[in-house]
């Protein structure tokens, strides 16, 4: 069953960074992966994090790169561009993160290169572990993703995104965004209304 049809009308991903701080933050807000908050002029220390990272949608649509996406499928731009997936975040933060998985990151493991934040890396097996409170919307954007655009999850991955939906519940942020994105993009992410569908769908979007 699909509940999210992704959206249609912007395709330039540097025009929807001007909505993203514009629009979507223009007032201010909180950091995905730090929960730290900024006000309405832009901090130095943050940029737009791909929440479902761009190297995965350029090998799931099988381009040479990023560049080469967007010059030859109009898919990759609109997930590119789609608002549902960008979260403000730490640059820092964001370069540990990459493109590596999501993941329970085992504390002999862990690598806590910032102490003031709970943020996990382990570089050994390339994963990530944000704060709790950041689990919930990390799996739901993701969730939006693949169910949007058809894409897919690694099956390991695609469990532990189910069970963070459901021990993190929808903040009252994650609505006011939902609430903006639709005004400025006409799409919502059906799975913060409704995180209970996440239950639905997440084996049909796996692959071993």
Same mark, same amino acid.
């Given at each position: ?10 395709s330039?991903?540097h ?17 995905v ?21 761009m ?36 640059k ?7 493109s ?7 504390i002999?493991?862990e ?6 934040y709970?943020?996990e890396?382990?570089?050994?097996r ?10 919930g ?45 639709e005004?400025v993009q006409q ?10 569908? @996440?239950d639905?769908?997440?084996?049909? @979007?796996?692959f071993?």
């Amino acid at each position: 069953m699909k509940y999210n049809t992704g959206q249609q009308k912007v395709s330039n991903y540097h025009y929807t960074l001007q909505l993203f701080w514009r629009d979507l933050y223009g007032n201010g807000g909180i950091t995905v992966y730090s929960q730290q908050r900024f006000g309405h002029v832009k901090p130095s220390w943050t940029n737009a994090e791909h929440i479902f990272p761009m190297a995965w949608v350029v090998k799931s649509l099988r381009c040479k790169d990023r560049k080469h996406c967007r010059r030859h499928s109009k898919r990759f731009k609109l997930i590119e561009a789609d608002l549902h997936n960008i979260y403000p975040a730490r640059k820092d933060l964001n370069m540990a993160r990459g493109s590596y998985t999501f993941g329970e990151v085992d504390i002999k493991e862990e690598e806590r290169v910032w102490l003031d934040y709970d943020f996990e890396v382990d570089h050994k097996r390339k994963l990530v572990e944000p704060p709790h409170v950041s689990k919930g919307e990390v799996a739901r954007a993701i969730f939006y993703i693949v169910d949007a655009y058809d894409l897919n999850l690694f099956r390991k991955q695609a469990k532990l995104l189910r069970d963070w939906n459901k021990i993190d519940p929808p903040s009252k942020e994650e609505l006011r965004r939902n609430n903006v994105i639709e005004k400025v993009q006409q799409s919502r992410n059906y799975f913060i209304d409704h995180p209970e569908a @996440v239950d639905d769908i997440w084996q049909a @979007v796996l692959f071993d």
